[in-house]
Every structure is written in structure tokens, then in C-alpha cells.
Nanobody, 122 residues
Framework: QVLLKESGGGLVQTGGSLRLSCEAFGFTFKDYAMGWFRQAPGKDREFVATISWSAEYTNYAVSVKGRFTISRDNAKDTVYLQMNTLKPEDTAVYFC???????????????WGQGTQVTVSS
């Protein structure tokens, strides 16, 4: 059974940091690109970051570039999202997802986690 389990969300003040983790179960993690997406209340799910299976390629949304870093550990079947200099507009539910290619479109991703809440207070 495929499962993506996110953790690390929480409440943080503006300017603070959080590190999200997403552990994969039930598929060959090292064969998949991984992505992070987020969804704020009343808004569409949006792309945050993606990383290729080998970690040689990464891509970020303009809104998070320079503040967020995506990484992965294929030995641990885990992808991470280090989030620094957080802003109130980063408040959302954050989802990890798996795809064959490191794209930016949510519709192309095969597997999804349940999400973890990130709240940034002003």
C-alpha cells in the first residue's frame, strides 16, 4: 500500500523556520521525483518545490525561492522541505507528492500525502 506521511508542520512566528519531512512507503522511492505543494483556505493547491530522483535537479516557486530548500535521502525514503524566513502568506496545508518527473503541475503527480498544517503568525 502506497503511503506518503508528512510531518514537521506547526505554528511559527514570522521570520522563523520549519523543516517538513515526508516518508514514503509502498513504492520504489528512488525511482520517483518528489514535490511539495501547498493549499491555503479558499485557494487552489499550488506548486512549492520539486526534486528529481537523483537530487541533481530542483525547482522552486518564485514565491519561495531563496527561502525554501528541498532535499531527499533515498536511503531513508524521505524528502524534506527546509523553510526559512517564513511569512504569514506561507500559511497553508503542505502536501508531498510523487511523480516520475519533477514537474510543477499537481495533476501529473501519482501519489499524495494527507498534508501537514503550517501556520505563520504575524
Amino acid at each position: 500500500q502506497v503511503l506518503l506521511k508528512e510531518s514537521g508542520g506547526g505554528l511559527v512566528q514570522t521570520g522563523g523556520s520549519l523543516r517538513l519531512s515526508c516518508e514514503a512507503f509502498g513504492f520504489t522511492f528512488k525511482d520517483y521525483a518528489m514535490g511539495w505543494f501547498r493549499q491555503a483556505p479558499g485557494k487552489d493547491r499550488e506548486f512549492v518545490a520539486t526534486i528529481s530522483w537523483s537530487a541533481e535537479y530542483t525547482n522552486y516557486a518564485v514565491s519561495v525561492k531563496g527561502r525554501f530548500t528541498i532535499s531527499r535521502d533515498n536511503a531513508k525514503d524521505t524528502v524534506y522541505l527546509q523553510m526559512n524566513t517564513l511569512k504569514p502568506e506561507d500559511t497553508a496545508v503542505y502536501f508531498c507528492a510523487a511523480d516520475r518527473l519533477p514537474g510543477t503541475m499537481a495533476s501529473s503527480y501519482y501519489y499524495w500525502g494527507q498534508g501537514t498544517q503550517v501556520t505563520v503568525s504575524s
